[in-house]
């Protein structure tokens, strides 16, 4: 008998980086997640105004956008590229009038607690491994560079607490991929080279 999940879960699209139509799968996981993090605003936070994956007419259109746009490299995204893509693609789609440097606010940590809150508050976080610039190349790691949607968490009966995210997808040899999906990861065996981004658009109504 399978064991029911135990924690919080947010309801987000899963994206696929090796989807057909993505421009630059190999390298799309930082766009990817960032698709990812936006749809669920627009769909599940009432956030019309900023365009999800029906906007570009895919997710992998969606991808490929972000990727143009806002920090895609083929070596990857970095953290600082992550948080100012976030910034601009919001601030381009602000109705008229709003105040564009309030209403977007994008934090950077690396904290348990500080995930939990975000994602207990229906807010997913995005997540990037990266042993690499972390000069942790010796290290064995769940990924040596990867980004992922964090989704929700599971608290262990030793205390800890595993993270559940969405993989952005697996490619097999032959070129045949699995979607994204869940997957869980443990905080404590990845925390030395993990870094968290939350999104919050604090003082903008919902709109039912």
Same mark, same amino acid.
């Given at each position: 008998?399978?064991?029911?999940?135990?924690?919080?879960?947010?309801?987000?699209?899963?994206?696929?980086?090796?989807?057909?139509?993505?421009?630059?799968?190999?390298?799309?996981?930082?766009?990817?997640?960032?698709?990812?993090?936006?749809?669920?605003?627009?769909?599940?936070?009432? &956030? +019309?105004? @900023?365009?999800? %994956?029906?906007?570009? /007419?895919?997710?992998? *259109?969606? $991808?490929?956008?972000?990727?143009?746009?806002?920090?895609?490299?083929?070596?990857?995204?970095?953290?600082?590229?992550?948080?100012?893509?976030?910034?601009?693609?919001?601030?381009?789609?602000?109705?008229?009038?709003?105040?564009?440097?309030? &209403? +977007?606010? @994008?934090?950077? %940590?690396?904290?348990? /607690?500080?995930?939990? *809150?975000? $994602?207990?508050a229906a807010?997913?976080?995005?997540?990037k491994f990266?042993?690499?610039?972390?000069?942790?190349?010796?290290?064995?790691?769940?990924?040596?560079?990867?980004?992922?949607?964090?989704?929700?968490?599971?608290?262990?009966?030793?205390?800890s607490c595993?993270?559940?995210?969405?993989?952005? /997808?697996?490619?097999?040899?032959?070129?045949?991929?699995?979607?994204?999906?869940?997957?869980?990861?443990?905080?404590?065996?990845?925390?030395?080279?993990?870094?968290?981004?939350?999104?919050?658009?604090?003082?903008?109504?919902?709109?039912?």
């Open positions: 008998m399978s064991r029911k999940p135990s924690g919080p879960r947010l309801k987000a699209e899963a994206y696929t980086q090796w989807e057909t139509g993505v421009a630059a799968p190999s390298s799309a996981c930082g766009p990817a997640t960032m698709a990812a993090l936006l749809e669920y605003w627009h769909s599940h936070k009432g &956030r +019309v105004f @900023v365009p999800g %994956f029906r906007h570009f /007419g895919s997710k992998a *259109a969606h $991808i490929n956008y972000i990727y143009t746009h806002h920090g895609g490299t083929p070596w990857g995204m970095s953290v600082r590229s992550l948080v100012r893509g976030l910034r601009a693609y919001i601030r381009q789609a602000a109705p008229p009038g709003e105040d564009r440097n309030r &209403r +977007v606010k @994008v934090s950077v %940590f690396n904290d348990i /607690g500080r995930y939990r *809150a975000e $994602i207990d807010r997913p976080v995005a997540l990266d042993k690499w610039f972390s000069f942790r190349w010796r290290g064995s790691y769940v990924y040596d560079y990867h980004w992922v949607l964090g989704i929700g968490y599971e608290d262990q009966a030793d205390g595993t993270l559940v995210v969405h993989d952005n /997808g697996v490619r097999h040899p032959g070129g045949a991929y699995t979607p994204g999906r869940e997957r869980q990861i443990s905080y404590t065996a990845n925390t030395s080279i993990l870094t968290m981004v939350s999104l919050d658009l604090p003082g903008i109504q919902e709109v039912p």
